[in-house]
């Protein structure tokens, strides 16, 4: 920005500083003898004048310059050698009063020169600031050319002199915070901005000045994403006050992250479609084609040779958030997970199975874990973790097949198909026949040792038994229909 003091300097016009209030940034010259000429001032303004009016002012000075620090000049500079012979002692204490510059321009230099002056420099700051703008476009072009955004951050963060970071639409951090001084960005302030402009769409922008131990910081936060919902922002903290440039810096920094979350999201959708259809070849049984699309899989992934299947369900938006995080913190061998038609699968080594189950148990998910076995048996270890996945409750949100193996065959039977199955076979039968059928399968089918357990005779027995085959359609001398009669009784007691 060009200010009062680099007019000063210019060679040939001979300003001289008579107090000098550090005021706004010079962004044009004025001339004018009016008694209040801030009706024509927008601010930022140098006001020349000889004072022609002014001759025998006295307690007029104060307000005059009051309302010139009012309406935002810049300075007042006023020339010696014709109204007054030298600057009135009343206007410069009203100048130091009210914070307001002002120098004396000498006879012979024109006010036109001064004017002139004033224009070049800000000319040149415009050129200035032009190149500027092209240079930290290019840097920020440069550190934006791969998928990773550190470098167009951390680059944006030096070229600000303050601390960047990308935010995920919740307000974390997902990359960053970068830059000097990382403390600068008040990330519980942050939060709160993107609280407030969420629902905004795209073109929403947050700007906040606060006053810290460090200064005046600006928070700026600002949407990424090229269509639809943002799913993250730009968080910026600079010191207040940034040039049009480093503005211009922050707009393309938010451009090019913009472009570069889009490509990442893309590589990472094909990403994810290839391993998940690497996945159901490999629960197929096709190791083989599994493992060509796997090859092809960025920085190329293995089967583990001993593995075990992970099947998990449960909303699509905590799958969805389990398998991110999945992705992020499991990215080493031993561990391949994709969304495999409404389930959320992971094929780990046995010894990286606790680490998927920790990430997995804590998005709400259900898991049922199967067998350990090798990876060309690898739909063996499916099927057994879907029958895990399926005796799982709300209180044993996980399975492993070797519970349900140790719990005998009726584990091996979902509760809800259990209990449709005990009450269709068993509708027929009343308290009495029921009994009697546990009796019959409890002895092995010997009618004398049920009549002796139930305290009846044996053709009674007998005519119990051709009413429950006929009553429930089975033939109790087929070890099949004793087997199902066996299974139905057990789970409606399990139900009991």
Not at 323 to 344: H, K, N, P, S, Y
Not at 370 to 379: E, I, L, N, P, Q
């Given at each position: 920005m060009v200010t009062v003091a680099d007019l000063v300097t210019v060679p040939g016009l001979g300003l001289r500083t008579v107090h000098d209030a550090a005021g706004p940034p010079l962004r044009w010259v004025a001339t004018s003898e009016l008694a209040d000429p801030t009706p024509y001032l927008e601010g930022g303004e140098l006001l020349l004048t000889t004072g022609l009016g002014t001759r025998g002012w006295s307690d007029e000075w104060d307000p005059y310059v009051a309302r010139l620090a009012t309406a935002g000049a810049a300075a007042l500079a006023m020339g010696v050698g014709l109204t007054h012979d030298r600057l009135p002692d009343r206007l410069v204490a009203a100048c130091r009063s009210h914070r307001l510059t002002l120098l004396e321009v000498p006879r012979e230099t024109h006010f036109v020169a001064v004017s002139r002056a004033a224009a070049e420099l800000l000319q040149d700051q415009e050129a200035a600031a032009t190149r500027l703008a092209l240079d930290l476009q290019r840097r920020l072009t440069q550190a934006a050319l791969g998928l990773d955004l550190r470098p167009l951050l951390e680059r944006l963060a030096q070229l600000l002199d303050g601390a960047v970071a990308l935010v995920h639409r919740d307000g974390e951090p997902e990359e960053g915070p970068f830059g000097v001084r990382p403390e600068r960005l008040n990330l519980a302030l942050v939060r709160t901005e993107v609280a407030g402009i969420r629902g905004q769409?795209?073109?929403?922008?947050?700007?906040?000045?606060?006053?810290?131990a460090h200064g005046q910081v600006a928070t700026v936060v600002r949407p990424i994403g090229l269509a639809g919902r943002p799913e993250h922002y730009l968080a910026v903290a600079a010191p207040s006050g940034l040039g049009d440039p480093l503005r211009a810096a922050i707009s393309t920094a938010a451009v090019l992250l913009s472009l570069a979350v889009e490509r990442r999201a893309e590589r990472r959708s094909a990403e994810r479609r290839l391993l998940s259809r690497a996945l159901e070849l490999l629960l197929a049984g096709d190791l083989r084609s599994a493992e060509v699309l796997l090859d092809a899989a960025e920085g190329g992934r293995a089967v583990p040779e001993r593995l075990r299947v992970l099947r998990m369900s449960g909303p699509e938006d905590a799958l969805g958030d389990?398998?991110?995080?999945?992705?992020?913190?499991?990215?080493?061998?031993?561990?391949?997970?994709?969304?495999?038609?409404?389930?959320?699968?992971a094929v780990a080594a046995p010894a990286r199975v606790a680490a998927v189950l920790d990430v997995v148990t804590s998005s709400g998910l259900r898991a049922g874990v199967?067998?350990?076995?090798?990876?060309?048996?690898?739909?063996r270890s499916a099927?057994?973790?879907?029958?895990?996945?399926?005796?799982?409750?709300?209180?044993?949100?996980?399975?492993?097949?070797?519970?349900?193996?140790?719990?005998?065959?009726?584990a091996l039977v979902p509760e809800a198909l259990g209990r449709e199955y005990a009450a269709s076979l068993l509708a027929p039968l009343d308290g009495e026949q029921r009994t009697t059928l546990a009796a019959f399968l409890r002895h092995h089918g010997s009618r004398g040792a049920v009549a002796d357990d139930l305290g009846v005779h044996r053709n009674t027995v007998?005519?119990?038994l051709a009413e429950i085959e006929r009553l429930a359609g089975l033939d109790l001398d087929d070890p099949a229909a004793r087997v199902a009669a066996w299974l139905a009784l057990e789970l409606a007691a399990d139900q009991d």
């Open positions: 769409g795209l073109g929403a922008v947050s700007s906040t000045v606060v006053s810290t389990a398998l991110d995080r999945l992705e992020d913190e499991l990215t080493d061998a031993g561990v391949l997970a994709g969304l495999v038609d409404t389930e959320l699968v199967g067998r350990v076995t090798a990876a060309g048996d690898a739909r099927e057994s973790a879907g029958h895990a996945l399926d005796r799982t409750t709300g209180a044993s949100p996980v399975r492993r097949w070797e519970d349900v193996a140790d719990a005998g065959p009726l007998r005519n119990r």
